[in-house]
């Protein structure tokens, strides 16, 4: 994913299942070098995923994401741009 300028990318490691996302370790965005969020390799989190009107929306399996900026990151809805 990348936003607007100046381009900042999101690089996640996740396990993609038929119904769950597990998210393992930090969300990098930007360069390594400037850091990350639920750095170091924070606790893995896994989330639920569905689709419908075209919106993806993803909510952790549990209460919440162990990584508080990471659940503040990735849950909610999703819509494609372009």
Same mark, same amino acid.
């Given at each position: 994913?990348?936003?607007? @300028?100046?381009?900042?990318?999101?690089?996640?490691?996740?396990?993609?299942?038929?119904?769950?996302?597990?998210?393992?370790?930090?969300?990098?965005?930007? $360069?390594? @070098?400037?850091?990350?969020?639920? $750095?170091?390799?924070?606790?893995?989190?896994?989330?639920?995923?569905?689709?419908?009107?075209?919106?993806?929306?993803? @909510?952790?399996?549990? @209460?919440?994401?162990?990584?508080?900026?990471?659940?503040?990151?990735?849950?909610?809805?999703?819509?494609?741009?372009?």
């Amino acid at each position: 994913m990348t936003g607007p @300028e100046p381009r900042r990318h999101v690089k996640i490691d996740y396990v993609a299942g038929p119904r769950t996302l597990t998210i393992r370790g930090p969300v990098w965005t930007g $360069d390594p @070098e400037e850091g990350a969020i639920c $750095d170091p390799w924070g606790p893995d989190a896994t989330y639920t995923w569905s689709v419908s009107d075209g919106t993806l929306t993803l @909510e952790p399996a549990g @209460e919440t994401d162990p990584c508080r900026q990471r659940g503040a990151v990735m849950g909610g809805t999703w819509t494609r741009a372009g």
